[in-house]
């Protein structure tokens, strides 16, 4: 049983040696072939570990918390769009959410996409000529006076868009 596993532990240690053997072949063509395969005109390449990089910890932020009036305890869903979705081939992007219950007659809610900002009374806004990328959406509620009244709810979604060049310019003679 002793010999089995020191035999299991050298057959392992060996392939991992293996996998990180890479050798170079010059083709008759002058094209270039890297392999994990010795051959007779081959030759060894030295690899070097990647570079890695560790994010040092941040120490923890002690904002000041505002108590939310518990008369004004909003339940908010966004629906549109889904949750790490992505939109294809449009511009616009159409917000859609479930409040509970309804707004009071003071309160608004505030749609957050990026740098542009809705204020409305509306269950659905549109942002429109939205960029290609990844969006971080936020939905809130706030009081007249722009104060929050709610959690905020957020949402990420990708905007896929594709670029067709446009047909290239015949030569002139």
């Not at 008759?28 to 072939?33: H, I, K, L, T």
């Not at 869903?77 to 007659?105: C, F, R």
């Amino acid at each position: 049983m002793f010999k089995f596993i020191i035999f299991l532990l050298c057959f392992l240690f060996s392939f991992s040696a293996i996998t990180e053997t890479v050798y170079k072949t010059t083709k008759p063509d002058g094209s270039v072939e890297f392999t994990d395969r010795e051959s007779t005109d081959s030759e060894e390449v030295k690899v070097r570990k990647p570079t890695t990089y560790t994010a040092p910890r941040l120490p923890a932020l002690d904002l000041p918390v505002k108590k939310l009036s518990p008369a004004f305890n909003y339940s908010l869903n966004i629906t549109q769009p889904a949750e790490d979705s992505t939109i294809v081939g449009k511009h616009d992007v159409k917000v859609s959410i479930k409040i509970s219950p309804n707004l009071n007659w003071n309160h608004q809610i505030r749609y957050q996409l990026g740098m542009k900002s809705i204020v409305s009374d509306k269950n659905t806004e549109t942002f429109k000529n939205v960029n290609r990328g990844t969006h971080n959406l936020s939905v809130s509620i706030i009081d007249s006076d722009g104060e929050l009244v709610s959690p905020v709810v957020s949402r990420t979604f990708h905007m896929k868009r594709f670029f067709k060049k446009p047909p290239a310019k015949p030569k002139v003679p």
